[in-house]
């Protein structure tokens, strides 16, 4: 292979290159067609950190806050059926006894979890919801092929996005054992002494504990949370932009190609432009100023009460109106401040404003007079 050989291969490889790149690159900022249709396949920035911190410091709060209530319960629960249990067996207890008695429990202590049940499920849906829009779709649970692939779920495991799961579920693990740690140093000199204390004062202490672990934990979860959804939102927003190509394409369906949409506008004045053209044979007159431009104007008091414009163009199509108006004979005046007035503020098919009245007035008399005097 020669010198020349290789140049023109060369040459080749580089055109091929730019042009598969053109618009490869994604730096075009994504539309709003794109963001709409990534929300329908569920595709939303949004930290389940953010959901755990919020939910789990809401879970400590409420039940630092209603102990007193759920204890309460608890302990009038446990003396009532404590002592109902002791009635039947002296009584004799049957299985349908039992089963209506286990049935009364499990739905005393239903109702007594309830209002923390109420209040993560409350609290979670809200966390969830402020991270982005709500809407309901149901593309995420229909079936795809693409997800029993091996391969790209090996790509899955082992996409960026994988790696970041397993950083913050590491730094979930340090925090929390670090904030447990941390708590636990401070009171371990309270520790040592619960042997001394009754058993209410050593539950309060481990319940006081309890909640000072899970309150800092929770707080410092959303934080993390808080980061987390930052890097959510600017992942996200990243992997929606667009390369040049895809907006091209994207307008293309939307908007219609351009090309597409020049031609039938082009064909669409070539057809307004033949009817005007027809409208100028019954012209009263045809205004001139002389070169630039060509006005005709018809006037019918049966269709209306002032002339209206049937015929207007400028250069080329002046030309064309005035001849075809010498051609049907129509009478061509020439009046450069009126047919610059007529051009640039009378719409086609339209009446002259009052204004012109004057004007227009004289140069129909004008005309009916020759007309009169060649007949």
Known sequence: MDYLDTRVLRLRYDLQFFANDEGGEKTEEPTGKKIEESRKEGQVAQSKEVVTGVTLLAAMLSIKYLIGYVGGRFFT???YYYGKTGELLDYGMDIRVAHDLLVDVL????????PFLLIGLIVGFFA?????K??????????????LNPINGFKRIFSMQSLVNLMISILKIVV???VAYSVIVDDIGLLFRVYDLTIEQTLGVMFDIIMDVGIKAAVVLCLVGAVDLFYQRWKHHKDLKMTKQEVKDEFKNSEGDPKVKGQQKARMQQAAQRRMMQSVPQADVVITNPTHYAVALKYDPQIADAPVVTAKGA????A???????ENHVMIVENKPLARMLYNNVELDAQ???ELYQMVADVLAYVYSVEKRVG
């Open 77 to 79: 629960a446990f003396d």
């Open 315 to 318: 250069d080329f199509l002046a």
């Open 352 to 354: 002259i404003p009052p």
């Open 134 to 147: 709500w809407m309901i779709t149901m593309k995420p649970l229909q079936p795809k092929l693409s997800k």
């Open 107 to 114: 739905l005393y202590v239903l109702l007594t979890v309830l």
């Open 176 to 178: 929390v054992g670090w």
């Open 128 to 132: 969830t919801k402020v991270q982005f």
């Open 320 to 326: 064309k109106i005035k001849d075809v108006a010498k």
